[in-house]
């Protein structure tokens, strides 16, 4: 298995549809260009933000395809999970066939395994998978809270190697960096705003909703704060601080998609049943959107090394 430390700045794509609801390929394409070319350390599609639940196996497949194509150096990680972990292996193994670099994995969700059935879950597929996996835990989503001590014995498989933390629990969050320092094991932000809290603690990156449409001021704050500049890292905290509150004012991605289109990304089409933004949140996200572009541009993340 390829080393892989995960540190920096990963967009959660966003999928883009036609109006008859197809996906639009060449503009996802468009959009994994632009994200890389504004310094992203990789791309994270058919995840939930790319509304991989209403997506067949088929389209989620081709949509991993199409980032993997687009992509000149930086890796995706492709969204793989499900509540089952026979269609998780499946998806797991799709994407691995279409090029993914590593696999991003959301706890089964609804059916609720206790923490025993999260361990055989993940063990499972990392025993038929052969690339870089993490684990992610989003309770607000799935029912069901990925404890730090189940992150622990999981840390100890070598393909499992990451986790996305978006439980809004700084403090397990931290317990999770504490109880897994002795492994290869990489604690990602899945809450843009907890990712700075998140790296003070020992995080090494974020997947993040609001680089998608601010991809170079994210990866400043994640880069200062890893070289230890954690004051610029604070002011661009605080400058980001508004517009990803908003991002979550309505269930993603309907607010990031409306950012996207506001910004010239292509239409802000969901499939149902999510729908568009409503007015006045979308007034509010002009607002805030105008009031970044009019600050002094942040350069290009970069790199910490």
Do not use: C, W
Request: overall charge negative; hydrophobic content about 35%.
């Amino acid at each position: 298995m390829t080393s892989f430390d995960f540190r920096g700045v990963y967009p959660a794509m966003t999928t883009p549809f036609h109006e008859d609801g197809s996906i639009d390929f060449e503009q996802f394409q468009a959009d994994v260009r632009r994200l890389e070319e504004a310094g992203v350390d990789g791309v994270v599609p058919v995840g939930s933000t790319g509304e991989s639940a209403t997506l067949t196996h088929d389209e989620h497949v081709e949509v991993v395809e199409a980032a993997v194509e687009a992509v000149e150096e930086v890796p995706v990680i492709a969204g793989s999970g499900s509540n089952s972990t026979r269609e998780a292996l499946e998806l797991s193994r799709r994407s691995a066939d279409a090029g993914a670099d590593a696999l991003l994995l959301i706890s089964p969700y609804y059916n609720k395994p206790e923490q025993a059935g999260l361990v055989d879950h993940y063990r499972t597929i990392a025993d038929e998978i052969d690339l870089p996996q993490i684990v992610y835990n989003v309770p607000g989503r799935t029912g069901s809270n990925i404890l730090p001590e189940t992150a622990a014995t999981l840390a100890e498989h070598p393909n499992i190697t990451g986790y996305k933390a978006a439980s809004g629990d700084l403090g397990q969050i931290s317990e999770v960096v504490e109880r897994t320092r002795d492994e290869q094991f990489a604690v990602l932000s899945g809450d843009d705003a907890l990712t700075l809290p998140t790296l003070s603690v020992g995080g090494v990156g974020a997947i993040s909703v609001t680089a998608n449409v601010e991809p170079a001021r994210v990866g400043a704050m994640v880069h200062s704060a890893l070289q230890g500049d954690y004051e610029r890292a604070r002011d661009i905290h605080h400058e980001l601080a508004p517009l990803n509150r908003h991002l979550f004012s309505e269930t993603n991605p309907i607010p990031v998609k409306e950012a996207m289109e506001i910004r010239g990304y292509g239409p802000a089409r969901l499939r149902p049943p999510l729908t568009r933004l409503t007015e006045e949140n979308t007034e509010e996200l002009r607002r805030l959107l105008s009031d970044l572009e009019a600050e002094q541009a942040i350069p290009d993340g970069g790199s910490d090394e």
